[in-house]
């Protein structure tokens, strides 16, 4: 069973920068996909940022907005997502979630949540000034 923890939510003023991070402790990540998620209270849930596993030493990332960056350590136990320029409508509990299925790289159909088998409980992200 991989759980999923993250971390480095936070209150935020408009205009600033935040990284999150996504870990498993004891799993390697880059054996899964890994997708961020964000649900704004009143909101359906909303696919951001993916990451897909590492496979022949390659992969292959997306995002919504250029504003959202999702990279791997190294290490492959932590995945991050960087948001820049952040607004208030980022306001939200940011997850991360974790998939075993193979992804085509061009499909953009990336953030269906049932493809995921594990998801984490979530951070807050609040942005106001």
């Known amino acids: 069973q991989v759980q999923l923890v993250e971390s480095g939510g936070g209150l935020v003023q408009p205009g600033g920068s935040l990284r999150l991070s996504c870990e498993a402790p004891?799993?390697?990540?880059?054996?899964?996909?890994v997708a961020w998620f964000r649900q704004a209270p009143g909101k359906e849930r909303e696919g951001i940022s993916f990451i897909s596993s590492i496979e022949g030493g390659n992969f292959f990332a997306d995002s919504i907005e250029d504003r959202f960056t999702i990279s791997r350590e190294n290490d492959g136990k932590t995945v991050y997502l960087r948001i820049d320029n952040l607004k208030p409508e980022d306001t939200a509990i940011y997850s991360c979630a974790a998939a075993s299925v193979h992804f085509e790289r061009g499909s953009g159909n990336y953030y269906r949540g049932s493809w995921y088998d594990y998801w984490g409980q979530g951070t807050q992200v609040t942005v106001a000034s």
């Open positions: 004891g799993f390697a990540l880059d054996y899964y996909a």
